[in-house]
């Protein structure tokens, strides 16, 4: 039996940002995360720091500007 966690959601090198040119505006960029299967994770920020923003792009609601997300090993956001 292995005491190891699974790797349930799987964020590299993510980015959103909305706009182009001048008025791009990056809500986060460079975003590597792991949220293991049975914990209890949070996402703290203040208003307009880019929680919901962060959690389209990790449920697949919406799609990154840049990088990958993985739910159970497979890619979500191809
Ligand atoms: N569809 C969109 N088009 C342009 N800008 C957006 C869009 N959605 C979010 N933003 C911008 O992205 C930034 C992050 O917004 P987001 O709603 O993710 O913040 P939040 O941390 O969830 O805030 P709150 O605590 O108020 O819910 C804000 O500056 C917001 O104006
Ligand atoms: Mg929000």
Request: overall charge positive; aromatic content about 8%; cysteine-free.
């Given at each position: 039996?292995s005491?190891?966690?699974d790797?349930?959601?799987?964020?590299?090198?993510?980015?959103?940002?909305?706009?182009?040119?001048?008025?791009?505006?990056?809500?986060?960029?460079?975003?590597?995360?792991?949220?293991?299967?049975?914990?209890f994770?949070?996402?703290?920020?203040?208003?307009?720091?880019?929680?919901?923003?962060?959690?389209?792009?990790?449920?697949?609601?919406?799609?990154?500007t840049?990088?990958?997300?993985?739910?159970?090993?497979?890619?979500?956001?191809?």
């Amino acid at each position: 039996m292995s005491t190891e966690k699974d790797v349930i959601i799987s964020a590299r090198g993510l980015k959103k940002s909305f706009g182009t040119g001048d008025s791009q505006q990056v809500i986060f960029e460079n975003l590597n995360l792991d949220i293991y299967r049975g914990d209890f994770t949070i996402i703290m920020g203040s208003s307009g720091a880019g929680k919901s923003t962060l959690m389209y792009s990790l449920s697949g609601m919406d799609r990154p500007t840049a990088g990958t997300v993985h739910f159970a090993g497979k890619e979500i956001t191809k």
